[in-house]
Nanobody
Framework: QIQLVESGGGLVQPGGSLRLSCAAS????????MGWYRQAPGEQRELVAR???????NYANFVKGRFTISRDNAKNTVYLQMNSLKPEDTAVYYC??????????????WGQGTQITVSS
């Protein structure tokens, strides 16, 4: 069984920073692309950023220059450093990982989500 466990969410004032972490654990053979999505109330889930196993990144336009995605392959962990947060960044943030399990199946796994609220 493979799980993604997120941490680091919470309440922050506009202009503040937060760092999210997401660790994949279980019967893992290879972790390919990892990423972060978010979903605000009444909105569709949208890509925030993603990073390949080789470290290639891409970002949604609305976070370029403010958020940084990184990963530690030895720990199967992905991070999202969020700076200059705005109220419109308020959403539930979900981690995702493309994982090849030791059973030979490859699947996109999702974390449980962590709430980010940007408010004064």
């Amino acid at each position: 069984q493979i799980q993604l466990v997120e941490s680091g969410g919470g309440l922050v004032q506009p202009g503040g920073s937060l760092r999210l972490s997401c660790a994949a654990s279980g019967s893992i053979s290879i972790v390919y692309t990892m990423g972060w999505y978010r979903q605000a109330p009444g909105e569709q889930r949208e890509l925030v950023a993603r990073i390949t196993g080789g470290g290639t990144t891409n970002y949604a336009n609305f976070v370029k220059g403010r958020f940084t995605i990184s990963r530690d392959n030895a720990k199967n962990t992905v991070y999202l450093q969020m700076n200059s947060l705005k109220p419109e960044d308020t959403a539930v943030y979900y981690c995702t990982a493309d994982v090849l399990g030791r059973n030979g199946y490859r699947y996109d796994y999702w974390g449980q989500g962590t709430q980010i609220t940007v408010s004064s």
